[in-house]
């Protein structure tokens, strides 16, 4: 047996950081493989015994596996399951003769990497090598970014401690590998797509693929080709696309906005969710879809319904699942850790700045503040504040702008007068302040009916003159 030579050329002296384990029960023809490895720059060990080498396999320090696959004692196959056992991402290369390359072929069915015949190049081995230890590299950097997207986007990156977001954790723990789909609702800025992924992240659907689309940045005709796709040829300058949910087969698609979705795409979007099937435009077939949907809005659906502009049927297919997010300024316990969280994320992007930390007065501010933009705002707020502080501490002068909160008490109308129906229109919203924004809980104390409150809400009254 032989290894064929072939002209040498050096590789990158980064290779040295690879030790290659080289298994023959022929001392010399480890030597020769080990020898012309290390003439390529990599850091190579021959053995003729295998049972030494077991030992070594032990090792973190062996990176790649190259053995006879016929060997007295222990073979080549015990050598790979042993490598196998303790470190299942190394790889191992098998050498064989040429009768026994049904052998051969059983390791590759065991985990071998690759096999070579003898005689074989030794460019041959490098390259099948480097393939393997490159794409080693790439499986090991996937799951650390994996791991690292987990982490970001699990409900341990949700922050707050209320018993509001007490209540949202709950819920998604409960639902997450649930296959019905998720309507989430709050106020811009809520965290309503951090939701969403969190969802996705802690489901049993976090190796696939979450995809989000704003429904409202689009026209309706480009939204439904993003959506279910189009054949080559469908319109003018399409090549063919699968679209979103198929993109999205067997993972999440967000559907962000979809109070603003048209209706001829809502009742595209129904038959979606009641068949599992999705029809491109300009395809005469369907095909079948395995997508989650989570669906989130800053809008009234029930009001939109009542408006007739979004279908009813629609509805109650999201309405199975309804996540409703806290406003800020009925959570205000959290704003502490929030703010802490958000300053901790604008250091890391600005290095440079000075600021360390809140000052109590600055926290007060915060406190204090009525946040209609949520925690969006608040982000922003301490973005600027990480930016243009001067000193180690934020004060209250780095945070300009910032309103008290909303009044406790019913709203005083300073002795003006005005038209019953705005004092009915101040006094509802005020009530529904109350109930951290749950109309079915403000209508109950005020004594009327949902459709009487939202009415009371709605109505614009001008001041007389």
Known sequence: MRVVPSPGHSLPSARMTYKVLVVDDKLDMAETVADGLRDRGW???ARASSREALLLLADDDVDALVTDLRMPDVDGLALLAASKRTHPARPVIIMTAYGNVDSAVESI?????HYLLKPFKLDELVLFLERALDERRVRSEARALRAVLAERFSLGSIVGKSAAMQGVYDVIERVKNASAAVLVVGETGTGKGLVARAIHTESERNGRAFVSINCASLPEALLESELFGH???AFTGATGSPGLFAAADGGTLLLDEIGEMAPALQAKLLHVLESGTVRAIGATKERAVDTRIVAATHRDLRELVRAG???EDLFYRL???????PAL???REDIPLLAEHLLAQSKARNAASRVVGWSRAAMEVLL???WPGNVRELAHVTERAVL???TEQIEAADVPGLSGRPPRLPPVFDGAIVPIREVERRYAAWALDQMAGNKTRAAERLGVDVKTLSKWLSEDVKPTS
Do not use: M, Y
């Open 43 to 45: 850091d190579a060990t």
């Open 109 to 113: 069915r065991q985990g071998a990497h």
């Open 231 to 233: 054949t080559k040829g």
């Open 309 to 311: 502009r979004f279908r």
């Open 319 to 325: 309405d199975v699942i309804t996540l409703a997010l």
């Open 329 to 331: 300024r009925h959570r």
């Open 368 to 370: 204090d503040h009525a």
């Open 388 to 390: 243009l502080g001067r």
